[in-house]
T-cell receptor, first 114, second 113 residues
Framework: DVKVTQSSRYLVKRTGEKVFLECVQDMDHENMFWYRQDPGLGLRLIYFSYDVKMKEKGDIPEGYSVSREKKERFSLILESASTNQTSMYLC?????????????FGQGTRLTVV | GQQLNQSPQSMFIQEGEDVSMNCTSSSIFNTWLWYKQDPGEGPVLLIALYKAGELTSNGRLTAQFGITRKDSFLNISASIPSDVGIYFCAGQLRAGANSKLTFGKGITLSVRP
């Protein structure tokens, strides 16, 4: 079974702190994604990466950055956390197959910024 | 960014009832996926659809890829309490490198015992 693991289930951080959310997948997938999930807004794409050291902005990249130094690990960074970044963060990985595509999600990190 | 249309935001049904959910888009997709998210967890894939007109079942779940490639539906038969959760549809235009999934906002399903 594919496993996508996010480093924390729950985090509480202070405004202005630098926050790192880590995601690791064990199936050698090329594509990895970070989403945030808010009530009534669904899943919104923050950033994605299709290869090591490659990154692309999603729909809401402001206030975030990412790092992909190794294929299995994709990190989301909040340079200076703000209260409006309180949310559920979901990481997903997707293999490059030209026939079928399924995104595998981690269990989520619920971040609260106080 | 583009999103798929799922409505209503919430549905309330009685245990044992069937329920159907639609997902529509203004543009075509070549893959449709249905996910379920339990409270406090990440979404888990229920059904994947890869061909227009395809009808696929997974236990009590049935999903169809619309013939126009702009819609899909998910049907749950004989609902049970553990069916509660958020149901997301997702569409993808093309697979492979640099591909993205577009998600609906999700439908929260409640099942009354």
């Amino acid at each position: 079974d594919v496993k996508v693991t996010q480093s924390s289930r729950y985090l509480v951080k202070r405004t202005g702190e630098k926050v790192f959310l880590e995601c690791v997948q064990d199936m050698d997938h090329e594509n990895m994604f970070w989403y945030r999930q808010d009530p009534g807004l669904g899943l919104r794409l923050i950033y994605f990466s299709y290869d090591v050291k490659m990154k692309e902005k999603g729909d809401i990249p402001e206030g975030y950055s990412v790092s992909r130094e190794k294929k299995e690990r994709f990190s989301l960074i909040l340079e200076s956390a703000s209260t409006n970044q309180t949310s559920m963060y979901l990481c997903a990985s997707v293999p490059i197959t030209y026939m079928n595509t399924e995104a595998f999600f981690g269990q989520g990190t619920r971040l609260t910024v106080v | 960014g583009q999103q798929l249309n799922q409505s209503p935001q919430s549905m309330f049904i009685q245990e044992g009832e069937d329920v159907s959910m639609n997902c529509t888009s203004s543009s075509i997709f070549n893959t449709w996926l249905w996910y379920k998210q339990d409270p406090g967890e990440g979404p888990v894939l229920l059904i994947a659809l890869y061909k227009a007109g395809e009808l696929t079942s997974n236990g009590r779940l049935t999903a169809q890829f619309g013939i126009t490639r702009k819609d899909s539906f998910l049907n749950i038969s004989a609902s049970i309490p553990s069916d509660v959760g958020i149901y997301f549809c997702a569409g993808q235009l093309r697979a492979g490198a640099n591909s993205k999934l577009t998600f609906g906002k999700g439908i929260t399903l409640s099942v009354r015992p």
